[in-house]
């Protein structure tokens, strides 16, 4: 399943992307908001990646009692300054330093989605930033340095990931019955604080498979079609901005848990979009 991932700190530069994701002119723009959301992650990368498994990093404890580290915190500076310098007049929602500015083009950053996995080593954590349009997650990038993997998408017109010195179009896959699918649940403690372990094993009883791989990783294994289903809960619109934008472009599927089209409900669904009825049909009969 990881063929072609690298383990090197390489870093990335833009010039190994596409900038016109499209020959169309009429979408100039989009190419100029992906073409920045990818210097974006060049900035990320430069600063988290120096810091992943350092003997001196800062870690301390927010008011949730969430964790962060001086990695996190530089990060989505960087990530700032360069929108304030490129993108002044855009607003901006980040994880660490919150929302200002305009809401209908605004860029929607999580410095490390996965931090507790950056402070123990794990090398599955990420970047992640969207440019959602009047509240729809358009434009997506999602940087994961530690595996040398980077994903990126336009809604409507595709989404690519880089390996072998390139980079390549990725797309869901058809698979169109439950007893074919991989699903990613994330954590059994996270669904049975939300109400929904029932349905957790209703569903783990009915798929092919079930892994809990976690955080923004599992919604890039699902738009590269490796898996069919990926499901959270206890999430906000900076944990999944950017995996919205990225599978809807792979041609998934991204809602809620109760199928609404929202991202500010704080759970999320997403599927290879063949069998996401297929997935609420199941989890609504569960909680029955």
Known sequence: MRRGFSLSRRSHTSAHYPVNVTPSPANSSLDADLELALRLADAADAQSLPRFDAADLEVSLKADRSHVTDADLATERAIRDLLAAERPDDGILGEEFGAGGDTHRQWIIDPIDGTANFLRGVPLWGTMISLAIGGVPTVGVVSMPALGRRWWGVVGRGAWTNGDGGYRPIQVSQAASLDEASVSFQSITQWADAGH????????????????????????????????????????????????????????????????????????????????????????????
């Open 197 to 288: 372990l029932p349905e957790l094993l209703a569903l783990a009883e009915r798929v092919w498979r079930d892994r809990a791989y976690g955080d923004v990783y599992s919604y890039m294994l699902l738009a590269e079609g490796r898996l069919e289903m990926v499901a959270e809960f206890d999430v906000k619109e900076y944990d999944i901005a950017a995996a919205v934008a990225i599978v809807r472009a792979a041609g998934g599927r991204f809602t809620a848990f109760d199928g609404s089209d929202s991202i500010t409900d704080r759970s999320a669904l997403a599927t290879n979009g063949v069998l996401h009825d297929a997935v609420l049909e199941l989890t609504r009969s569960a909680a029955s």
